[in-house]
């Protein structure tokens, strides 16, 4: 049973995530938040038919495989034709909008001549600690898998007619389930239900319910048997097509750009629009930065972490499709819940707020908060929202103030920080874009703000005393940026001050944060520079000359829309157009962007379903329909 990294579909009710394989398997599902638990490693399903051996529904050699979203939705339908048996059955996976209730609902369909006996079994192994501390065991009909902080609960109004509790791998793989155990200290278990015989021409539904319920309680188990009775009674028919009108109002609700028939791009607009609110923590408005499936970061990296630069961006997305109060929120709650005493922002957090596996502050998620602050109000407006994040925005100013001094100075050993991408150490024109961008912000905020503050003598007094020291500060980065990196030799500009190699982020500097003008000299230089060592043959961009990650040389989603973007802002049409283009070219078949690209297969390469990615997308999508080009 070997384990997948890379999500084909994503389904959720804005608490509970779920990800799937495009033949349906189960890959990952988690609750409140896609990185607050990771509930499965495993959890596959099968069907015995007569006297057959197991037949796995998401690999068997025999089975044919289709998957679509239904229309406009979160409903996850897998279409599986046993061409052995001549059985066809349809996964309907949906997740109810009020519960934390995952429901796979499955249609038999005999279209054999022969009567088939049915028997519908799975296999769940959790994650667990490293004391492997779990338990499984039957209550109420129900499979009840736990650990010291959550509850997973898998059940059917069907009687389970056979089970195997504690070390169940071995005999679910030869299509058995012994019996063994009522209670297993083990995190994996088998249970099988007995669906009876189906005569050919007919037809069976059968429901399959997995609940998850986080430990807050002393005792989960306690009213389980109560959930599970009311879980039973729900009219699921009805709950589906609930389910169904929640996303396609939602859908409509936010949708603000007429595609016409230009179908492969609304496709991933839409399943943008529908991903969003899966990504983001309803509490504290902390935005993932993905669905994360692989633990072990063997494939992918842990991107299931709310990088506040990242967020900042997204924020940006969310305001283009209406959906300002979630913005609005990462700010007001999520921002000033995780700032630092020393008014920065490490490079990652849980979507709680709590702080995840990080190495510290980075100058560039804290430069992009308060940037990403003002950009917010320039959408909405709202002069009572920059007056409520001000004093949140000084205090990350100081702390800015602190690492432009020393670079200012030449203090390098205490303003190290990472890059955009997390691979080097020092000074970059990206972070010095986006401090440049931040001493902007907060300027235009000042000037936003000030006729809030007519009775307050000395808070105008403060600003003021700031605003002539900020604006010092941007002249003296500005004049740092244009000394440090731009080589001569090179005729462009460089990725840092140690490293002269073309780095596509060196486009934030023109935009988002305006350093410099896309039409300035030096700039253009650095385009056509760009142009002949970071385009692939596909069309695509990478990252940077001699990128290696993931195996190197794949362009990157962003790359291409950051590209799109800076030949949008110098009236280059055209170029903006086949940028864009490439990247539309590369979403996955139901809509979603990876972070990377193939450069053979032009399919997403590692984590899909990035939410940087999905939020750019919109942003150069709003701005293309601006000029006419959608």
Request: glycine content about 6%; charged content about 30%; some cysteine.
């Amino acid at each position: 049973m070997e384990t997948k990294y890379f999500n084909d579909a994503i389904i959720g009710n804005k608490k509970m995530t779920v990800s799937f394989s495009k033949n349906g398997e189960l890959l990952r599902l988690f609750n409140q938040a896609p990185d607050y638990k990771q509930f499965f490693e495993f959890f596959h399903t099968g069907v015995k038919i007569n006297d057959s051996a197991l037949i796995y529904l998401h690999n068997d050699i025999n089975n044919n495989f289709r998957q679509f979203y239904i229309d406009g939705t979160n409903v996850l339908t897998t279409e599986i034709i046993n061409t052995y048996f001549n059985l066809k059955i349809t996964q309907i996976d949906f997740v109810l909008m009020k519960e934390n209730l995952l429901v796979r609902r499955y249609h038999f369909v005999n279209n054999n001549n022969i009567d088939l006996n049915l028997n519908f079994l799975t296999y769940s192994k959790l994650f667990t600690n490293i004391n492997n501390d779990a338990c499984g065991l039957v209550k109420d009909d129900a499979l009840l898998q736990y650990t010291h902080d959550y509850a997973v609960c898998t059940f059917a109004k069907e009687k389970i007619s056979s089970y195997q509790i504690n070390n169940a791998a071995e005999s679910i793989m030869s299509g058995s389930v012994y019996g063994k155990d009522y209670v297993g200290m083990s995190p994996d278990s088998s249970i099988e239900y007995d669906l009876g015989v189906l005569k050919p021409g007919e037809e069976k539904i059968f429901n399959l319910y997995i609940y998850v319920n986080n430990n807050e309680e002393k005792n989960m188990l306690n009213e389980l048997d109560l959930e599970i009775e009311r879980f039973r009674k729900i009219d699921l028919k009805k709950e589906l097509e609930d389910t169904k009108k929640y996303w396609r109002k939602y859908l409509k609700d936010h949708s603000n750009i007429d595609f016409k028939d230009k179908e492969s791009l609304k496709k991933i607009y839409d399943r943008t629009i529908l991903l969003f609110p899966l990504l983001i923590n309803e509490t504290t408005g902390g935005i993932s930065a993905g669905v994360e499936s692989d633990e072990y970061k063997t494939k992918c990296g842990r991107y299931s972490y709310c990088w506040p630069r990242d967020a900042a961006f997204i924020t940006e997305a969310l305001d283009e499709i209406g959906m300002t109060k979630e913005a609005e929120k990462f700010y007001k709650v999520f921002c000033k819940m995780t700032q630092g005493r020393n008014g920065g922002w490490e490079q990652r957090f849980y979507t709680d707020g709590r702080l995840a596996p990080c190495w510290g502050y980075q100058i560039d998620e804290t430069a992009s908060v308060v940037f990403g602050v003002f950009r917010h109000y320039q959408k909405t407006k709202n002069v009572k929202f920059l007056k409520d994040c001000l004093k949140m925005c000084d205090n990350a100013m100081d702390f800015i103030e602190k690492y432009v001094d020393d670079v200012i100075n030449e203090k390098y050993e205490l303003q190290k920080s990472y890059d955009l991408w997390e691979e080097y150490e020092g000074i970059t024109l990206y972070s010095m874009s986006a401090v440049f961008g931040a001493y902007s912000a907060i300027l235009k905020i000042y000037a936003e703000v000030k006729g809030e503050y007519t009775n307050n003598r000395l808070k105008i007094e403060a600003m003021e005393k700031r605003k002539k020291i900020f604006e010092k500060r941007e002249r003296e980065v500005k004049e740092y940026v244009l000394k440090k990196f731009y080589d001569d030799d090179k005729k462009s500009f460089v990725r840092n001050t140690d490293d002269r190699r073309l780095d596509i982020s060196i486009l934030g500097s023109v935009v988002p944060f305006n350093v410099f003008s896309c039409k300035e000299k030096k700039f253009l230089n650095t385009i056509e520079r760009m142009n002949m060592t970071l385009r692939t043959y596909t069309g695509g961009y990478i990252r940077y000359e001699g990128d290696t990650y993931n195996g190197g040389y794949n362009p990157w989603v962003l790359a291409n829309l950051w590209m799109a973007n800076y030949y949008i802002e110098a009236g280059e049409k055209k170029k903006a157009k086949e940028c864009f283009d490439f990247v539309v070219k590369s979403a996955s078949p139901y809509g979603l962007l990876g972070e990377q690209v193939n450069n053979e297969t032009m399919q997403p390469s590692w984590i899909i379903g990035l939410t940087w990615s999905h939020a750019m997308y919109v942003i150069v999508v709003n701005r293309l329909n601006e000029l006419g080009l959608i």
